[in-house]
């Protein structure tokens, strides 16, 4: 039994380690401890369940043949179901995601560990990596049944949603240009001779990843597919703009002060970017974001204004610094939902020397006991 034992321990070890990787944003490492995990379980036993009455006689039989002590059964189960989920959360977050192996990491983490809402939600985020909408839907559906009022899974249906209606609006839009083909071909039709017009969604907004956060459920991740699609449905119905204005696009409110972008929702980029670190501290009034520049050599000279963008909302925001280094992804960083609103025309974006500050304005009073700092469950 003393080698079982050892083997989960060393499992739990393993664990460990990669939690610290995904707190550092190394989901690469993070993988590489995660799959060590199942390096030491895989090829024990799991004992039959038989209640109280059989955990001498599967200890009695656990040098022999690798067999679990029934003491250790629900402990075994846990790390096996937890550490499907952190790899999941890691095919999410890393450069090259991956929503197939998000979703077959959910799949298990499920036999394991039964009605899991995080295993539907992260199973609902893979589904949407892959385009697969209606499957997605389902998931998430199923995590809001089983854990109801919870903001990153309604925040993850609300993207969802969009995401489904810029689909079909872009399918729309690509029959409706075939037909304008045909149109030019075989001479106008009844609807262009009134002059009705097709047009097809608003383009994929930008797409940034949040930092993990693997306890809760923050950090929905997603594809480079996502984008803010809010009030794509409606543009479409309108005519269609000037030709020089993209059709459902909609010129963003500008912060009075600062000139910069605001919405309810900050855009998420439609390449992979670098993932940047972060500090913050608060008060009831207030989140600050300290992010330093001596974390990155590309940053160490410091940074101009006009290399970084910023877009405030009331959930989330959004920064991206450009011209980083040529050929390379841009570094950026999006940090969602926040525990509470808050007001994206007194947010204030500071850069210095050594970092950029965010400072954020809570709507009301309140303290936040956590800003996506977490590491794996």
Not at 47 to 52: Q, R
Not at 320 to 336: K, Q
Request: glycine fraction near 10%; hydrophobic fraction near 30%; include cysteine.
């Amino acid at each position: 039994m003393a080698e079982v034992l050892g083997r989960i321990e060393q499992a739990e070890a393993h664990k460990a380690e990669g939690n610290a990787h995904v707190k550092s944003g190394d989901y690469k490492k993070a993988l590489g401890a995660y799959w060590k995990v199942f390096c030491f379980l895989n090829g024990l036993q799991m004992p039959d369940e038989g209640g109280a009455q059989k955990v001498e006689a599967d200890t009695a039989r656990a040098d022999s043949n690798n067999r679990v002590p029934l003491a250790k059964a629900k402990e075994v189960k846990k790390l096996k179901e937890t550490t499907h989920l952190n790899m999941a959360l890691c095919y999410l977050k890393k450069e090259a995601k991956d929503g197939r192996k998000c979703v077959d990491a959910c799949n298990k983490a499920i036999e394991f560990g039964g009605a899991s809402s995080k295993a539907y939600y992260r199973r609902g985020q893979g589904q949407i990596e892959l385009e697969d909408f209606e499957e997605a839907r389902k998931d998430l559906e199923k995590a809001r049944d089983l854990e109801p009022g919870d903001r990153n899974i309604a925040s993850e249906l609300r993207l969802l949603e969009q995401l489904a209606k810029t689909a079909r609006l872009k399918e729309k839009g690509k029959y409706s240009g075939m037909f304008e083909k045909s149109v030019e071909k075989d001479g106008p039709t009844l609807g262009s001779a009134l002059g009705g017009n097709t047009a097809e969604g608003s383009a994929d907004g930008p797409h940034i990843e949040e930092l993990p956060d693997d306890d809760g459920k923050g950090g929905a991740s997603g594809s480079s597919s996502r984008a803010q699609s809010e009030g794509a449905a409606e543009s479409a119905k309108k005519p269609a703009p000037p030709a020089e204005e993209p059709v459902g696009y909609k010129e963003p409110e500008r912060h009075p002060a600062t000139n910069m972008d605001v919405c309810d929702e900050a855009s998420r980029p439609n390449i992979t970017v670098r993932p940047l670190t972060y500090a913050w501290e608060q008060t009831d009034d207030d989140v600050k974001i300290y992010i330093p520049f001596d974390q990155c050599e590309e940053l160490e000279g410091g940074v101009g204004t006009d290399r970084v963008k910023v877009e405030f909302g009331e959930w989330n925001f959004l920064v991206v610094i450009e011209g980083c280094s040529e050929g390379r992804a841009p570094l950026g960083l999006r940090l969602g939902d926040f525990h509470a609103r808050v007001a994206p025309s007194h947010c204030k974006m500071t850069v210095r020397s050594s970092r950029i500050t965010l400072k954020l304005r809570k709507l009301e009073k309140s303290n936040w006991w956590n800003l996506l700092q977490k590491s794996g469950s």
